[in-house]
């Protein structure tokens, strides 16, 4: 029922930009906070970027200042600009919807993945 699909990922330099895009569906997207994490080869899974139901962000410290998180409620469309990208971004992305508290069903509802690679 629940479908999160990520596009927007490929190859890029060093210094460019990419936009992610995930939508989901099976969900009142509305109530839900978003997240974006990634997973680079031999890593693990970390917190890239985060938006709440009313719009606030957070980011890791290692994106900070280079990627943008956003929410586009009528499409129930998360995503992440990433500019100055940089080699160690180079990474699987993932969206992440958070069930809210008050709602039964599984508390995570992950993405597919998009394969975003960094490299001259």
């Known amino acids: 029922q629940v479908q999160l699909v990520e596009s927007g990922g490929g190859l890029v330099q060093p210094g460019g930009s990419l936009r992610l895009s995930c939508v989901a569906s099976g969900i009142d997207f509305r109530f839900y906070s978003m997240d974006w994490y990634r997973q680079g080869p031999g890593k693990e899974r970390e917190l890239v970027a985060g938006i709440t139901s009313d719009g606030r962000t957070n980011y890791g410290d290692s994106v900070q200042g280079r990627f943008t998180i956003s929410r586009d409620n009528a499409k129930n469309t998360v995503y992440l600009q990433m500019n100055s990208l940089k080699p160690e971004d180079t990474a699987v992305y993932y969206c992440?919807?958070?069930?809210?508290?008050?709602?039964?069903?599984?508390?995570?509802?992950w993405g597919q993945g998009a394969q975003v690679t960094v490299s001259s």
């Open positions: 992440n919807a958070e069930t809210p508290a008050l709602l039964a069903g599984p508390r995570n509802h």
